[in-house]
């Protein structure tokens, strides 16, 4: 779930876009560094994009009265990292308030924090812990994306526990009763999300296996941590 425009106090709304800033930056140096390295990856990334912004720009009714939406970001952080999905998750965020009136610009920043920072890292974190324990490609990359669609939704639920409180429980009362009222509709989402981000990488590693060996996207292993200690060395 996207924020709304002006749904959060001023200051949270600033905090949010403050912490979530640095990320960003960081992330529109990689990706000018990957354009700039790898202009063949123009492509890719473009698709990454678009897989985000058709996903979560869905609004899916839920029985609690409120809406949910895949996130779409564990496919472009699984190929290209969390940093330039950073990037990739800003500008869909940014398309969607101001062309859909899905989210805001006012909560831009929360948004960012949870889907585009949050979620990515999440989810490729997992990914490749998976891998480095050579668990197969597909089930880590389901795994991924779920966790990175079902994170945000985490994130999202402390967000609004911060900005309003149960008046009895305090946030932690209010954190449970989002966090409650999401995850009815989150969880087979977050299912749906997997699957379909195993369907997309099954068709990208037929027609750009290529790609996807320079990406590293099929290191795993014993592999995956002699290439990084290689690396390393050539750094020195």
């Known amino acids: 779930m996207h924020i709304a425009e002006g749904f959060l106090p001023p200051a949270h709304a600033i905090a949010w876009g403050v912490a979530s ?13 990957e354009v700039r390295d790898n202009p063949e990856s123009t492509l890719l990334l473009g698709a990454s994009g678009a897989f985000t912004f058709v996903l979560s720009a869905l609004k899916i ?4 009265g409120s809406c949910s939406h895949p996130t779409g970001t564990g496919l472009g952080a699984i190929l290209f990292r969390p940093p330039i999905m950073a990037v990739l998750g800003t500008i869909t965020l940014l398309f969607q308030a101001l062309l859909l009136a899905h989210g805001g610009l006012t909560t831009l920043g929360a948004n960012v924090f949870s889907m585009a920072i949050v979620g990515p890292w ?3 974190a997992v990914f490749r812990l998976l891998r480095r324990y050579d668990v197969p490609l597909m089930v880590a990359v389901f795994s991924g994306a779920f966790v990175a669609d079902l994170s945000t939704y985490c994130v999202t639920s402390v967000q609004l526990a911060l900005a309003f409180p149960d008046p009895s429980s305090g946030v932690l009362g209010a954190l449970g009763k989002f966090g409650s009222i999401f995850a009815v509709t989150q969880i087979p989402l977050a299912v749906s999300e997997g699957l379909l981000t195993v369907l997309v990488m099954r068709l990208l590693v037929q027609s750009s296996k290529g790609d996807l060996t320079r990406l590293g996207v099929f290191l795993a292993g014993r592999r995956a941590r002699t290439e990084k200690a290689e690396t390393e060395a050539v750094a020195r």
């Open 21 to 33: 800033a640095p990320f960003v930056v960081h992330g529109v140096r990689s990706l000018t560094r």
């Open 61 to 64: 009714p839920s029985v609690t």
């Open 122 to 124: 999440a989810g490729y």
